[in-house]
Nanobody, 129 residues
Framework: LVELAQSGGGSVQTGRSLRLSCTAS?????MGWFRQTQDKEREGVAT?????????????FYSDSVKDRFTISRDDTGNTVYLQMNSLKPEDTGMYYC????????????????????WGQGTQVTVSS
């Protein structure tokens, strides 16, 4: 398993921005961000899959609730993935988890946690109105 170290998060007001970071102990082709609240199951927020055959190097996938507001990216080494969160809303509040997988499955495309095998420790994001 890959070790994942998360950073970022915090408390902000509606409309503000935050950036989460996650650094993996070794490269994983697929990485993603998931979030969970007490009254909901863990849901996929954004995933990224990188491979040499992909134009531009990576494909990204987003949940409808964050599309056009959040951006997932990775650094040049590929070991660190970011989640830039803009125009935050109270419903974005939750514990955010970074995840990694060594390969692609449709679970990555459909933001399904079953496609990921390593998980970060979680970081809290709180958005107040």
């Amino acid at each position: 398993l890959v070790e994942l170290a998360q950073s970022g998060g915090g408390s902000v007001q509606t409309g503000r921005s935050l950036r989460l970071s996650c650094t993996a102990s070794r490269y994983s082709k697929a990485m993603g961000w998931f979030r969970q609240t007490q009254d909901k199951e863990r849901e996929g927020v954004a995933t990224i899959y990188s491979d040499t055959y992909i134009p531009g190097g990576s494909d990204t996938f987003y949940s409808d609730s964050v599309k056009d507001r959040f951006t997932i990216s990775r650094d040049d080494t590929g070991n660190t993935v970011y989640l830039q969160m803009n125009s935050l809303k109270p419903e974005d509040t939750g514990m955010y988890y970074c995840a990694a997988s060594p390969f692609y499955t449709d679970f990555v495309r459909f933001l399904n946690a079953r496609g990921f095998f390593s998980w970060g420790q979680g970081t809290q994001v709180t958005v107040s109105s």
